[in-house]
């Protein structure tokens, strides 16, 4: 008998060591497949240190294209713009939703390629990750540049479409989407759809052009 149990044992322990590694595991491939909101911070600062350090080599183009799928991954566009044009949004018919949508994310994207567009030893630092509030989180995050004073950006976050996603930034206390928001619906209010389809598009090429020296 004891001798049976040992063969058992060598038989299954292969196994059970696979299982409990598997278990182990388990935790930190979900965190892979589902990044917490410091870990999506930290990804997307790490990807515009990136496009900062090799700003000259990928130029504008380079720029956008590597910027462009982590940012569509961090930034609840749906959310940001539907909330940008404030009342608004009701008003549009749903081809000009969609329209604004696809306008209003290549500006976003556009805006990060064209200003993370040098390098002169910055730095990008996580501060911390606030406990949910109303299922939003707050990470803070921080530019430190040489010389000069740090940029702190305050990234509000919460779970939309399986993953933790920004909805506002707050740089000084000062909430970027409601400045969007106010900019937006004074050009929707005095000019209409078309003309702030049309500011975002000329903003969007601006980026583009080479800079004059």
């Not at 209003?104 to 949910?132: C, H, L, M, N, Q």
């Not at 479409?161 to 969007?180: E, F």
């Not at 004074?186 to 702030?196: C, I, W």
Request: hydrophobic share 40%; net charge positive.
């Amino acid at each position: 008998m004891q001798d049976s149990s040992q063969t058992w044992t060598k038989l299954f322990s292969p196994i059970i060591v696979l299982i409990a590694v598997c278990i182990i595991a388990s935790p930190h491939i979900a965190m892979a497949d589902h990044p917490g909101p410091k870990e999506s911070i930290q990804s997307l600062n790490a990807s515009l240190l990136d496009a900062m350090q090799r700003a000259d080599a990928l130029g504008y183009g380079g720029r956008y294209k590597l910027l462009e799928p982590v940012i569509k991954d961090t930034f609840a566009f749906s959310f940001m713009g539907s909330k940008s044009v404030g009342r608004f949004w009701e008003k549009l018919s749903e081809e000009q939703r969609s329209m604004f949508s696809k306008t209003y994310e290549e500006w976003s994207i556009a805006t990060y390629a064209g200003r993370f567009d040098g390098y002169s030893g910055e730095k990008f630092e996580v501060i911390s990750e606030s406990t949910p509030v109303q299922g939003t989180v707050t990470v803070i995050s921080k530019l430190i540049q040489a010389n000069e004073e740090p940029i702190t950006f305050y990234y509000l976050m919460r779970m939309i479409d399986g993953r933790w996603r920004v909805v506002d930034i707050q740089i000084s206390g000062v909430s970027q989407l409601a400045l969007t928001r106010a900019q937006f619906s004074d050009v929707l209010k005095s000019k209409g759809f078309t003309a702030l389809i049309t500011m975002l598009k000329e903003k969007t090429a601006a980026f583009a052009k080479p800079k004059k020296q």
